[in-house]
C-alpha cells in the first residue's frame, strides 16, 4: 500500500531564512504527489503538484517542489519565508484504484517562524 | 473554500447518540471525499464517493457510514458515536480532470 513519510513533525525558521520540508513516498509506480498547506482553524488549500514531466514545479505563493525518483522525495522548498507562511504542511500522494483516486497523506509538518 | 461547505461547524454530541455531517458543493464534482484530521495522524479518509449511490470505504470506515443521493450532497453519519470520534472533519471535492482536491473548511466534532 502507498504510504507517505513527513521526517519533521515541527520546523523552526527564522523569517527571511529559506525553508525545506520533507517528503518521502512509497508506492510501486509513478506517483501523483502533492504539497497542501493549512493554517489554522481553516481547511487544507493546494500549493503544488506533480504529475509527471519536469522534476522541478513551481507552485503558489513562491514554492516549489522538486521529485527526486531515485530518492522517493518530494520535499517543499521556499527560498525566504515569510511569517505569513507559519501553518501545516501535508505532503499526498494520489493512489489511482480503477478510476477512484484517493489522497494520501503524511502526518504533516509544522511550521514556526521567528521574527 | 468557494463552492463547498460544510455543516455545522462545530458540534458536541454525548456518546451513544447520533450525528450526521453534512458537505454541499456547487461545483457538480463528481467525487467527494470524508476525511478526519487527529494530531499526529495527519488526515485519513474514512468514506469517499465517485458518483450518486455510488460510495466506498476508506481506511477508518468503522463506525461511519454515509450516502450521497443527489451529486451536491454527501452526508457522514456517526450511529452512535464514540469520544475516539471527537476529530476535525473534513470534506473534500475532487474535478478528475486536474486531480485537485478543494477541502471544505472543517467540522470540529466533540464526542462528550
Given at each position: 500500500a502507498q504510504s507517505v513519510t513527513q521526517p519533521d513533525i515541527h520546523i523552526t525558521v527564522s523569517e527571511g531564512a529559506s525553508l525545506e520540508l520533507r517528503c518521502n513516498y512509497s508506492y510501486g509506480a509513478t506517483p501523483y504527489l502533492f504539497w497542501y498547506v493549512q493554517s489554522p482553524g481553516q481547511g487544507l488549500q493546494l500549493l503544488l503538484k506533480y504529475?509527471?514531466?519536469?522534476?522541478l514545479v513551481q507552485g503558489i505563493k513562491g514554492f516549489e517542489a522538486e521529485f527526486k525518483r531515485s530518492q522517493s522525495s518530494f520535499n517543499l522548498r521556499k527560498p525566504s519565508v515569510h511569517w505569513s507562511d507559519a501553518a501545516e504542511y501535508f505532503c499526498a500522494v494520489m493512489v489511482s484504484n480503477f478510476g477512484n483516486e484517493k489522497l494520501t497523506f503524511g502526518t504533516g509538518t509544522r511550521l514556526t517562524i521567528i521574527p | 473554500d468557494a463552492g463547498i461547505t460544510q455543516s455545522p461547524r462545530h458540534k458536541v454530541t454525548e456518546t451513544g447518540t447520533p450525528v450526521t455531517l453534512r458537505c454541499h458543493q456547487t461545483?457538480?464534482?463528481?467525487y467527494m471525499y470524508w476525511y478526519r484530521q487527529d494530531p499526529g495522524h495527519g488526515l485519513r479518509l474514512i468514506h469517499y464517493s465517485y458518483g450518486v449511490k455510488d460510495t466506498d470505504k476508506g481506511?477508518?470506515?468503522?463506525g461511519y457510514s454515509v450516502s450521497r443521493s443527489k451529486t451536491e450532497d454527501f452526508l457522514l453519519t456517526l450511529e452512535s458515536a464514540t469520544s475516539s470520534q471527537t476529530s476535525v472533519y473534513f470534506c473534500a471535492i475532487s474535478d478528475r480532470a486536474n486531480y485537485g482536491y478543494t477541502f471544505g473548511s472543517g467540522t470540529r466534532l466533540t464526542v462528550v
Open positions: 504529475f509527471s514531466g519536469d522534476t | 461545483e457538480n464534482h463528481r481506511e477508518v470506515s468503522d
